[in-house]
């Protein structure tokens, strides 16, 4: 029963964090677990990074767009991509079906597919 209780308050937690970024409400979250440990989730308001991350990108390409292998293919390097701002717009708009890149056109509406684009020009681009 006890476990039943703590799994119970584990999950609405986890529930209430969820809501809470949902709502709009300060991006830094914790919570106390039953443990004592302490989960920070913190997600950065506005910028392509929490659609980098909302719309499952880092599973192929890595938090920090160096991709990898994956079931779909290998993730390209967004760090290094060579593709222009606009063709990046296409390849998320588009994807590359064959190549194991889904198309987001209909998921991703085309502000936060531009917003993406510039993530990833601008923020994981290595820089020099
Ligand atoms: C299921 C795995 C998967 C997911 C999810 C995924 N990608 Fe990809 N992506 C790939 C693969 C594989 C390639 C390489 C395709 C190729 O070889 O041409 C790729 C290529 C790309 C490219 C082209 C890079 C280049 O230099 O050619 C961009 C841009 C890109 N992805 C952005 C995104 C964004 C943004 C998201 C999230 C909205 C995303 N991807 C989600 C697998 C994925």
């Not at 914790?30 to 980098?52: H, L, Y």
Request: hydrophobic share 35%; aromatic share 6%.
């Amino acid at each position: 029963m006890k476990q039943f209780t703590d799994k119970t308050k584990t999950l609405t937690i986890a529930a209430l964090s969820a809501l809470s970024l949902w709502a709009g409400m300060p991006a830094t979250v914790s919570a106390e677990t039953e443990t004592g440990e302490r989960e920070e989730i913190v997600v950065p308001r506005g910028g392509g990074r929490s659609a980098f991350v909302k719309f499952n990108c880092i599973t192929c390409h890595m938090p920090d767009g160096r991709g990898g292998q994956n079931e779909g293919g290998y993730g390209a390097d967004l760090r290094v991509t060579p593709l222009s701002e606009d063709q990046v717009v296409t390849v998320i708009t588009e994807g590359r079906m064959q190549k194991g890149m889904p198309a987001f056109k209909g998921q991703i509406d085309p502000d936060t597919i531009r917003q993406l684009a510039k993530f990833i020009k601008d923020d994981l681009r290595l820089k020099k």
